[in-house]
């Protein structure tokens, strides 16, 4: 088996300063995101607390499922939903799990269901759907799968604005997870808007 470790590829100190400012200006102008995933973030930081008033998060939305809506307000909405949800957390540990909702609210969608409830259980099916999520997902960026096997995978991510090294990691946490326990994802930098995910989950 592969070891992931030796091509690079490792676990992101999700400690380590973020500056968010310097990763939304990146973000070109047509880059959008549907919003069903800003609704959820917003929705999880409602269930767990609840928005006070004055929160600057109740300056945003609402959001149409699947309607585009600017991947920098996306962003915004991310990084404040993380110090929301996880106060005590480093930002990039907060965008991580923030990250891990984003699969089962693709799933839970329509057209998520058309993609992926065919696949059951099949893990490497659902990894080698994942150029096809971000596909309906993002206007900017996309996932190509560089190679899946049996029990782990490789797929690298193009133009990904949102947090490729922190958010991304948990998308891909957060889908697995749904399929086994304890999966494993790995992240290996390649530009601050690329890189490549390693996922083991056998």
């Given amino acids: 088996m592969m070891d992931p470790r030796r091509e690079g590829f490792s676990l992101p100190d999700f400690s380590a300063p973020l500056d968010v400012k310097r990763q939304i200006a990146l973000v070109p102008d047509r880059a959008q995101v549907k919003g069903m995933f800003l ?3 917003v929705e999880e930081v409602r269930r767990k ?5 004055g929160s600057p998060l109740a300056a945003h939305g609402p959001w149409r499922g699947f309607k585009d809506y600017p991947l920098r307000e996306m962003m915004e909405v991310a990084v404040l939903a993380a110090a929301a949800l996880y106060p005590k957390e480093p930002v990039r540990e907060g965008l991580r799990r923030l990250g891990q909702l984003a699969y089962p609210t ?3 969608s329509l057209v998520g269901r ?3 409830a065919a696949l059951g259980s099949d893990v490497a099916a659902v990894v080698r ?4 999520g971000y596909a309906v997902s993002l206007t ?3 996932a190509v799968i560089v190679d899946v096997r049996e029990t782990w995978g490789i797929v690298r991510l193009v133009d990904i604005y ?3 090294d922190c958010y991304q990691v948990g998308v891909f946490e957060g889908a697995l997870g749904m399929y086994v326990r304890a999966p494993e994802v790995l992240y290996r930098p390649v530009s601050p808007t690329e890189g490549d995910i390693f996922a083991r989950w056998g």
């Fill in 140 to 142: 900017v960026g996309r």
């Fill in 106 to 108: 693709l799933f839970r």
């Fill in 129 to 132: 759907a994942a150029s096809k």
């Fill in 162 to 164: 949102n947090f490729p």
């Fill in 39 to 41: 609704t959820s973030m």
């Fill in 49 to 53: 607390g609840g928005i006070r008033d």
């Fill in 114 to 116: 058309v993609i992926f």
